[in-house]
């Protein structure tokens, strides 16, 4: 089973994610796709920290890694939190889709990825911004066509999507 949950900043969808992994199969891995630069962004991932259920293990993707390769060598329930800063961890926000896709469906266990809805917000002022928002976009619409749950998180609130 492949579940992506969307949502905007402080949607909820970390939460969420979290909640849907918690009731997958045993083991779970969480995986970390980002690292703390600054204080502001440590103590958001110790929050994060402190949500896992203490049997979780943690991996951590550093900049540049093969998601992919990661979530294939995995045992039981993946939680990728969040797409969106591996690929801004990524140079030029250059990675593999398909082959992240090609690993996602061969896993033999659960993955649930979090990521942002970037298509809903402010238009972004810079050429770069709007090339994130764009590579994301487009990274999340290609994990939605292979996952079999998609939920937009909205407020703390789940919205299911269904298929186009």
């Not at 970390?32 to 993707?61: F, N």
């Not at 990524?90 to 469906?105: I, K, P, W, Y």
């Not at 487009?138 to 998609?150: F, I, K």
């Amino acid at each position: 089973m492949i579940a992506l949950v969307l949502g905007g900043a402080r949607s909820g969808k970390s939460e969420v994610g979290e909640s849907r992994a918690a009731g997958l199969p045993a083991p779970v891995t969480y995986v970390a796709t980002t690292v703390a630069a600054d204080e502001e962004m440590a103590g958001r991932i110790a929050a994060h920290r402190a949500r896992r259920l203490a049997t979780w293990t943690t991996v951590e993707v550093g900049q540049g890694e093969d998601l992919g390769a990661v979530l294939r060598s995995l045992p039981g329930t993946a939680l990728v939190d969040s797409l969106g800063a591996w690929l801004a961890g990524a140079t030029s926000f250059a990675v593999d889709g398909e082959r992240l896709c090609d690993e996602l469906t061969g896993r033999t266990g659960d993955t649930v990825l979090v990521t942002d809805e970037v298509g809903l917000g402010v238009h972004p002022s810079s050429e770069m911004g709007r090339q994130f928002r764009d590579e994301l976009g487009a990274l999340n619409r290609m994990v939605a066509a292979v996952a079999d749950e998609v939920l937009l998180v909205v407020a703390g609130r789940v919205l299911p999507l269904e298929r186009a």
